[in-house]
């Protein structure tokens, strides 16, 4: 039975990935950090089924990854656990590098210590194209633009790029594109969004705000994305593959597909900082405010991942709207739950 180590196991991907590697007859262990807000929430299920062994470790402590690594003698590695979002990388730069960078180094060097044959794989990011027009793939330039991209970035060039090539460890990147589930934390905005929305159809809010609505971004569904990791650590030599769709969409036409499928009927007013949503009453239900933008944004992400089709045989299998429709679905079925009322409010 192999035997697999994956860090952000409390994660979205950690989460699904767990659930796949479970399925495919592997032996997972986990690694979770002693202050994680709600370790359980995402993968209850499987650790009460008893399939996953958690192990407690931080990817800022050495000691505790060295002890993790020893536990599990892993074959593969999926070093998912990062500090992943990208606003917040601006008020915290060095939280950010000391985990995304100087983190990815303790993992790989702690990993080969204990099994220098392991196969290791490093979730980059499509971030790091920064402002490098779309469509992006593995050949296109990186320019990253926040302490999130360049951290990636660094820990890319230095821990998967030189390992490989210099000491011919293997070791993959994913360069993932956005990727999205009802398991999505919601301080990104697919998920900031399905929720304010699914609230607002149950009368629990009353409007919310975004920042940049002309944003694109190429979104998947996080459970398709888990499929091409572990692939990729099944190919004869390592190499890096961009996942993505090929599509991407603004945060405006999220919000649009997302009111839709609540049977909201929104229509945008005005311009700039004061543009809102409102609905068919005139209630405005969303606004923009300027705390919500980047100080620097990457305005267009739009992967090409013929590479990873071609050689996986990967292929995204949810597109845009029915990822939008899972995830509002997924919110407003909890959130009924939760308040105990079959009732929604909205147009009543
Ligand atoms: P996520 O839901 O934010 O999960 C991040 C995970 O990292 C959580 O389990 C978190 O644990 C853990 N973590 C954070 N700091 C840690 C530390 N110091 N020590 C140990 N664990 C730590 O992120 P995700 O969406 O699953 O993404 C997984 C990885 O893919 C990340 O590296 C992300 O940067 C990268 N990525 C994501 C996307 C995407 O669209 N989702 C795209 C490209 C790349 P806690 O529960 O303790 O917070
Ligand atoms: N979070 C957030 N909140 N983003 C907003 C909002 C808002 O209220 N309003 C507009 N946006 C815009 C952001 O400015 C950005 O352009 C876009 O929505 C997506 O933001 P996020 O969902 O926070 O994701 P991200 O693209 O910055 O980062 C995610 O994808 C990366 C891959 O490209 C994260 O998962 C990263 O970890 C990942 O590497």
Redesign the pocket.
Known sequence: MPRALI?????????YLSEFLVSKGYEVFG???R?????LERINDIVKEGSITLLS????DLSTIRLAMEKAKPDEVY???????VGVSFDCPDETW???YY?VGRVINEALRVNPKVSIYQ?????MFGSTPPPQNEQSNFAPVSP?GES?LKAHNDFVKQYREKHNVFVCA???????SP???KQ?VTRKVTNSLAKIALGLQENFAVGNLEATRDWGF?GD?VKAMHSMLQQDKPEDFVIATGKSHSVRQLIEVGAKALNLDLHWEGSGLDEVAKDSSGVVRVKVDKKFYRPVEVDDLRGDSSKAQKALGWKPEVSFDQLIEMMVKADYDSLKKEIGTDEGKVGK
Not at 7 to 15: A, E, K, L, N
Not at 123 to 127: L, P, Y
Request: glycine share 14%.
């Open positions: 860090t952000g196991i409390t994660g979205q991907d950690g989460s690694l979770v950090r202050t994680s807000a709600d370790p470790g931080n990817l800022r070093n998912l656990a990062a500090m992943s979002h000391e985990v995304n983190g979730a980059s990011t499509s971030e999130y990636k994913g360069i993932l594109f956005n990727h999205e398991r999505r934390g990104f996080a994305y």
